[in-house]
């Protein structure tokens, strides 16, 4: 069974900082490209950031210079440090796994939220 659980996430003032983690089990970390993505009250979720499984990394250009996407293969857990946080970051975040089972599967957590207040 495929679960991914995100932890970190909380209530934090403008610009300051929250880390993310996603805890997977029952995938194959490594043929898993991974992501973070995030859905704001009333909009639409959206790209935050990516990590393939080549390692390539990839960030939506609102967060460019102020989030890291990382993972840790060994522990199959996948990371986003977020630093100088904005009101706009508030939304609630969600991990997600691509992975080459028979095809492309997509799995995703049940999302943190994050709140930041100016």
């Known amino acids: 069974q495929v679960q991914l659980v995100e932890s970190g996430g909380g209530s934090v003032q403008a610009g300051g900082s929250l880390k993310l983690s996603c805890t997977t089990s029952?995938?194959?970390?490594?043929?898993?490209?991974m992501a973070w993505h995030r859905q704001a009250p009333g909009k639409e979720r959206e790209f935050v950031s990516s990590i393939s499984d080549d390692g390539t990394i990839r960030y939506t250009d609102v967060v460019k210079g102020r989030f890291t996407i990382s993972q840790d293969k060994a522990k199959n857990k996948l990371h986003l440090q977020m630093n100088m946080l904005k009101t706009e970051d508030t939304a609630v975040y969600y991990c997600?796994?691509?992975?080459?089972?028979?095809?492309?599967?997509?799995?995703w957590g049940q999302g943190t939220q994050v709140t930041v207040s100016s």
């Open positions: 029952g995938i194959i970390f490594s043929r898993c490209g």
């Open positions: 997600a796994a691509v992975c080459a089972v028979v095809g492309l599967e997509t799995y």
